[in-house]
């Protein structure tokens, strides 16, 4: 494990006496974060492509623009959303417009930019695949918790979001 900063007692701590290397403490619950972003995002896209015939990003695409008004959000506002690149949501929703579920056109206000837009029939996708993807998260994270851990996490959600992006608003 010294790669991620951990050393025993009789190894040699590198030159570099200006890294904070983890602590042992530390290092657990950075080997359990690590091990959580590995495996609950396999977990989430393979419920969603087996049962929905979607992946993890297109339905979060899909459901960011169930909730907002109109069902239309501008592209650049939604890859904020789904945290994915503009060029990533582009092709992504040129999948989705393939496929009768999303349809691009230029803004009313602002010719300049593109709003992506749900349509009916990737509505009514991402509403039936929305049950088996809730009970997904609730089994897998919601239940695995008590309500004191999930206001833990929560906070802790929060707080390395704010580090990753001070620009974004609260969680």
Not at 4 to 17: F, I, L, N, Y
Not at 96 to 104: A, D, H, P, T, Y
Not at 129 to 157: C, F, M, N, S, W
Request: hydrophobic share 45%; aromatic share 6%; net charge negative.
């Amino acid at each position: 494990m010294a790669a991620e900063g951990a050393r025993t007692a009789e190894e040699p701590r590198p030159a570099d006496e200006d890294v904070r290397w983890l602590e042992p403490a530390e290092l657990e619950a950075w080997l359990a974060l690590a091990a959580l972003l590995f495996k609950l995002p396999g977990v989430l896209d393979y419920q969603l492509q087996r049962d929905s015939d979607l992946t993890h990003f297109e339905y979060l695409v899909m459901a960011g623009l169930s909730e907002s008004p109109g069902h239309s959000r501008r592209m650049s506002d939604l890859a904020g959303f789904a945290n994915g690149s503009l060029s990533r949501l582009s092709h992504v929703v040129k999948r989705l417009e393939k496929r009768g579920f999303v349809v691009r056109r230029p803004s009313e206000e602002d010719g300049r930019i593109t709003v992506a837009t749900l349509t009916a029939a990737g509505y009514a996708q991402v509403v039936a695949a929305a049950p088996g993807h809730v009970a997904t998260v609730r089994e897998y994270v919601i239940d695995a918790l008590t309500p004191e851990q999930l206001a833990q996490l929560k906070a802790i959600g929060a707080a390395i979001h704010q580090k990753l992006d001070p620009s974004a608003g609260p969680c």
